[in-house]
């Protein structure tokens, strides 16, 4: 059976659209934190590609569609690295500056090229951006928070497939040329299109399921609901706005604050080997330890899969040294009560409001960095931020 491109495109563009809109709603209906947003434009990014291949596949007049595809293509891999990377909590400044360069430079390949480039315009430049980051979005879950969990696993084998595959397709297009038999039969639109719907299927599946992990062992709340009992741990965007006018307040009166950042990055593991029942009653108890034994007028906020972070004026460096020592002691004694099969690794780590962190954003990356620091190391279990 001999499959027409525009067919292929045609089906590639149902599965791609159907699955992309189906994990766009259910982010839109779980008000979802940033992973699910940043994936979530990803898919977008790739319901955007697979329409425009359509349309040049059945109006191959329409070359402005090919830099498009392109472009969103290039765009939708990238999204999924950005996604991978605020899993594990790291910075996504500079890798965002990549995959906009990157995509870019993915339609500008094909616009440089003009209406005669034809339907390989550009590819170039788009199989390469199509090589790297989805390299680096497999590199992130090998050694990010993501690597403990062994759904992830999916991801890794998919994201190193497409990086894979398109070095190959970017090495037999260079010294084959797109219109040479090896390349249209093994490496063209049609094998490429059924790969794509293949993996398509797969991501969308297992970013679903990370997402709900990642949901449930955070055990959010919504504040705007007034049917959802408030735990008294804050949202990240609710306690970073507390926070910088906190701040702002603060240094006005030359007080300190002090952001105080708790990390438990084991529980994704727990849940895998023990039960998610296990890691969500570790994770219960330290919740509590931290609400309980933090000072009264302290803002308390929820800091990813394994991170809870709280302020607090205090009066000097020594001063807050002896709150996180009282809450690392409180938190160890509410996990020792509780029947886990293993008492998790805690890093507690302290920044405090000055010239090097003078906002909120910074105050919180810095205690968490510190809190990380501190889980690792074997001279201390609390760490200050410099």
């Known amino acids: 059976m001999e499959l027409e491109i525009a067919t292929v495109s045609v089906m590639t563009a149902v599965v791609v659209v159907t699955a992309g809109i189906l994990f766009i709603v259910e982010t839109v209906l779980r008000e979802d934190d940033a992973v699910g947003r940043t994936w979530s ?105 993501l690597a403990g969990i062994k759904t992830a696993a999916a991801l890794t084998v998919v994201f190193g497939i497409e990086s894979l595959y398109y070095l190959a397709r970017l090495f037999v297009l ?42 449930g062992l955070r ?31 603060g240094s006005s009166r030359d007080e300190l604050v002090a952001v105080i950042s708790t990390r438990i990055d084991d529980l994704p593991m727990m849940s895998t080997a023990f039960g998610a029942s296990e890691a969500e009653s570790v994770r219960t108890a330290w919740h509590d330890a931290v609400r309980l034994h933090a000072p009264t007028q302290t803002w308390i906020g929820d800091d990813g899969a394994g991170g809870l972070v709280l302020s607090a004026v205090v009066e000097s460096e020594a001063d807050a040294r002896r709150l996180a020592a009282g809450l690392h002691r409180a938190i160890y004694d509410e996990l020792n009560g509780v029947e886990a099969s293993v008492i998790p690794v805690l890093g507690v780590g302290i920044a405090l409001s000055d010239r090097a962190h003078s906002d909120a954003s910074s105050l919180i990356e810095a205690a968490r960095a510190a809190a990380s620091e501190a889980a690792i190391s074997d001279d201390t279990s609390i760490v200050v931020a410099r």
């Open 41 to 145: 434009i990803a898919f977008v990014s790739g319901i955007l590609a697979a329409v425009a291949y359509a349309v040049w596949a059945f109006a191959p007049q329409t070359w402005g569609a090919v830099a498009v595809g392109n472009a969103a293509f290039v765009a939708s891999a990238g999204f999924m690295w950005l996604g991978c990377r605020r899993f594990s909590n790291r910075r996504v400044g500079w890798a965002e500056a990549v995959v906009v360069v990157i995509t870019l430079a993915a339609g500008a390949a094909v616009v440089v090229r003009g209406p005669d480039g034809g339907g390989w315009a550009g590819a170039e430049v788009m199989f390469f951006g199509l090589f790297l980051l989805p390299g680096a979005a497999a590199w992130e879950i090998a050694r990010g928070s």
């Open 174 to 215: 260079l010294f084959t040329g797109p219109e040479s038999e090896t390349f249209t039969v093994w490496w063209g639109t049609v094998p490429t299109s059924i790969l794509t719907i293949v993996l398509t299927i797969v991501v969308v599946v297992t970013a679903s399921v990370l997402r709900a992990e990642r949901a």
């Open 219 to 249: 055990g959010r709340r919504t504040l705007a609901n007034p049917r959802v009992t408030f735990t008294g741990v804050l949202e990240p965007i609710w306690f970073e706005r507390f926070l910088a006018d906190a701040v702002e307040r």
